[in-house]
């Protein structure tokens, strides 16, 4: 599907958590509209791979090794991106985990811990260090991943859906103070993409994830790689601060008014 | 402009397409390649709307058309399948701004009108758009709600009653026709520069006390709302079904209350 197209030529783009998923999606988007593209990983191999396949499809990118968790790591891998690309226009902070699915109360408090540190606290981090810069140059695009857990709740979700929802706070507070700078702030709110550890579920499970989902099925990673890229162009010029779901009407959606499958 | 569109071959219909946001979505479509049903209440404008993207080299006709009026709908719809051969998306965007009013004070037949055309409008627009676009099996619905849509500004009488009302149709229709290949959207444009409010600009401290709601502190143009319209219409939304997307510069998110930048403190 071709009804649209880009010109990202002469623009750095930072993505992190791009060794695989949606990250990796976007990263491929930006590199073939002609983003130099900064792969940013915690797995060297996972961020090499990425860099590889940009770079067969003719496109311009390298890898930077990242613990989003930590702030100097952060902090390193934006200096490391400014030095080799000399400055930064957009940032897709994307690397994120889910947890353990248990109920709320039998979360471990280490595994709570990670989860926010990697799904919020890493967020912040990364918005830190990339509005300082971008705010040098008169501006720029910032795009979370923050998920449909960030706007409804699952069963066995605890830690990810705090986070999320944490990660559109954070995404509205920066959206409002660094307006002025020139720099939006927006999120995108994926539903359920199909990725590998989705196709392990059995097919009685997905069947009733799809009872949640209009649309009836899975998202591609390529389709939420094209939400980020119209919100790092100027065709949302005025949009900022907005958690925008693409998810195939999921939260719009209560699930359990679907009796299609009833023999009524 | 860093992102374009190529729309060759389908058929977009946009109503309140005489002026502001409507007009800017039409030009658009057009110029990205769009049959264009520009369709309005008021000829003049239309028809110049008509004009100004055939003076683009796109192709538009014009349909007059008063959204009140279910039948006319119906005809309308109908005429453009029979003129352009199908319809692939849709722009309901034609609304009204009643007078200010406390909630209290609502004139009934402000009421009536502006539900009328804010809403009754839209769900015989999206009735007749479905009864094209299900049978061919796909189809774009952009409608335009408001940030009104969303939360609430004093004295707007009927018309935040009828936005907030039209996002509940948009997410129903998603939910109801995702089967049938169509996804239904809404915009919700924020402080948008275009002649929808009648008379004079208004004075600084009027405009300067709007724009505190506002983090960029500048309104739209009506580029900027057609820009997120046609994204919404296009593949790349493929996956993006029964939302309500602030064009806003953060309207919506803001606690006003909360800019001090203004005072001497």
Not at chain 2, 211 to 224: H, I, N, Q, T
Request: aromatic content about 6%; some cysteine; glycine content about 12%.
């Amino acid at each position: 599907m071709t009804d649209i197209s880009y010109d990202f030529t002469g623009r750095t783009a930072l993505v992190t958590g791009s060794g695989s998923g949606i990250g990796r999606a976007t990263a491929l988007a930006l590199g073939a509209v002609g983003a130099n593209v900064a792969v940013a990983d915690i797995s060297a191999t996972a961020g090499a791979e990425t860099v590889e396949l940009i770079r067969a499809a003719g496109g311009t990118a390298e890898f930077f090794p990242v613990d989003v968790a930590d702030f100097a790591s952060v902090e390193a891998m934006v200096a490391a991106v400014v030095a080799r690309f000399g400055g930064l226009d957009i940032a897709h902070n994307n690397a994120g985990v889910e947890g353990e699915h248990v109920p709320l109360g039998d979360i471990r408090t280490d595994d709570w811990k990670r989860v926010i540190d990697i799904d919020l606290n890493a967020v912040y981090y990364c918005i830190k260090a990339e509005v300082a810069v971008m705010a040098e140059r008169g501006g720029g695009s910032i795009i979370n991943t923050s998920s449909v857990s960030g706007l409804i709740a699952g069963y066995n979700l605890g830690a990810y859906t705090a986070a999320k929802h944490g990660v559109i706070g954070l995404t509205k507070s920066a959206a409002i103070d660094h307006a002025k700078d020139g720099i939006r702030v927006n999120a995108i709110c994926p539903g359920l993409i199909d990725t590998p550890f989705i196709h392990e579920l059995p097919q009685i499970a997905l069947d009733r994830i799809m009872l949640g989902t209009p649309m009836s099925r899975l998202g591609q990673p390529g389709e939420i790689a094209k939400g980020v890229l119209w919100l790092a162009s100027s065709g949302s010029s005025y949009v900022t601060g907005t958690a925008l779901s693409i998810d195939g009407g999921t939260v719009a959606l209560s699930a359990g008014t679907n009796f299609n499958d009833l023999d009524l | 402009m860093n992102v374009s569109y190529d729309f060759s071959g389908r058929t977009a219909f946009i109503t309140g397409a005489g002026s502001g946001i409507g007009r800017a979505s039409a030009i658009a479509f057009g110029a990205a390649g769009a049959d264009v049903a520009v369709s309005d209440i008021a000829e003049p404008g239309g028809l110049e709307t008509v004009e100004l993207i055939r003076a683009a080299g796109g192709t538009a006709e014009f349909f007059q058309l008063d959204v009140a009026d279910a039948a006319a709908i119906r005809r309308t719809v109908s005429a453009i399948v029979e003129r352009f051969g199908r319809l692939d998306i849709a722009h309901n965007n034609a609304g009204v701004l009643p007078p200010p009013a406390r909630f209290g004070d609502i004139a009934e037949a402000d009421w009536r009108r502006v539900l009328d055309v804010n809403l009754d409008g839209v769900y015989h627009c999206v009735q007749a758009e479905l009864g094209v676009m299900v049978p061919a099996g796909r189809g774009a619905i952009v409608n335009t709600a408001s940030a009104a849509g969303l939360f609430v500004g004093y004295q707007q009488s009927a018309y935040t009653v009828s936005k907030h009302a039209l996002i509940g149709l948009t997410r129903q229709a998603a939910v109801d026709h995702a089967k049938d290949g169509i996804r239904v959207n809404a915009i919700c444009p924020g402080a948008v520069d275009t002649p929808f409010v009648p008379g004079p600009p208004p004075p600084k401290a009027i405009f300067d006390r709007l724009m505190l709601g506002v983090p960029a502190k500048r309104m739209a143009s009506a580029d900027e709302i057609a820009a997120a319209v046609l994204w919404l219409a296009s593949d790349a939304a493929s996956y993006v079904n029964g939302v309500a997307l602030p064009v806003d510069a953060g309207l919506t998110i803001l606690s006003a209350g909360s800019d001090f930048s203004d005072l001497d403190l």
